[in-house]
């Protein structure tokens, strides 16, 4: 099972404790029920984890208590100003969720051209719409880039 998450780098300049509140999450997308507060708390969290950790090291976690203990991974990729996380549990491959991490930004990078925050914040729906034909119900439907960037059926902005 995944779950996914995009959410704004911090400057680095900015104090570790004021960042954690500078979180901005620009897409989030669930495939298990979860409350708004315990979606919050997760958030914060995952934010906690990935934000401090230098550029060099793996890009691979093993999940909190909150996130369901060992039995999940978090996975993410850093993108200029962007985190790209995945939570997923512990049957998926770690080198696979990294991979559909790129196919993502590849295809956004397609449909966009030179992708970047704005398009995030301004076309959530086109990515809602681009991520369901990558992930559907927490299961990979999709992994070629040419065919979800067709399958999406995009306009791309002029």
């Avoid at 680095?12 to 979606?39: A, C, E, G, I």
């Avoid at 549990?89 to 590849?106: A, K, P, W």
């Amino acid at each position: 099972m995944i779950d996914c998450m995009l959410a704004r780098s911090p400057s680095r300049s900015v104090v570790s404790s004021q960042v954690r509140h500078k979180s901005q999450p620009r897409l989030m997308q669930f495939y298990q029920q979860w409350d708004v507060n315990t979606q919050q708390d997760m958030l914060k969290e995952i934010f906690a984890l990935v934000h401090k950790r230098p550029d060099n090291v793996c890009n691979f976690l093993e999940g909190s208590a909150l996130l369901g203990g060992t039995d999940t991974k978090i996975i993410y990729r850093h993108y200029a100003t962007l985190y790209f996380v995945f939570v997923v549990d512990s049957s998926e491959s770690e080198l696979g969720i990294l991979d559909l991490i790129q196919v993502f930004v590849e295809a956004l990078d397609r449909i966009f051209t030179n992708v970047c925050e704005l398009d995030l914040i301004f076309r959530p729906d086109d990515i809602h719409a681009m991520l369901s034909e990558i992930i559907s119900g927490g299961m990979v439907l999709e992994t070629n880039v040419h065919e979800i960037v067709a399958a999406s059926d995009i306009k791309r902005p002029k």
